[in-house]
C-alpha cells in the first residue's frame, strides 16, 4: 500500500507541469494573456538585440500559470517559440 502511494504521489509530480519545445514551435498560437495575441504590440523594442528573447509569464482564464519565450526578429517584431503551463496540485485552493 506505501509503494501504491509513493507512485500515485510521483505520478501526479510528473503530470503537474508540461512544457512546451524549447525549438522553434511551428503551430504555436497565442492564446488570451500573450503579448502577441491579437497581433503585434504597437510599440517596437528598439534596444534589445535581434535573435534576443524576451520572457512573459501570465495566469490563463483557468488559473494557472503560463511562462511564454519570444524571439525578437530582424524587423523588431516577436515571434512566439514556446509555452509552459503549470497545473497545479487538485488541492490547492483548499
Known sequence: MRYL???AALA???SGCTS???SDAPGL???PGSITYGGQPRTRLTKAPVGSSVNHQ???NLGQ???ERY???PD???KLVSRRIYRGWPFDDL
Open 29 to 31: 498560437e497565442p492564446i
Open 5 to 7: 502511494l509513493i507512485i
Open 12 to 14: 501526479l509530480t510528473v
Open 71 to 73: 524571439v525578437i526578429q
Open 20 to 22: 512546451g519545445s524549447l
Open 76 to 78: 523588431r517584431s516577436l
Open 58 to 60: 501570465f495566469t490563463n
Open 65 to 67: 500559470r503560463v511562462e
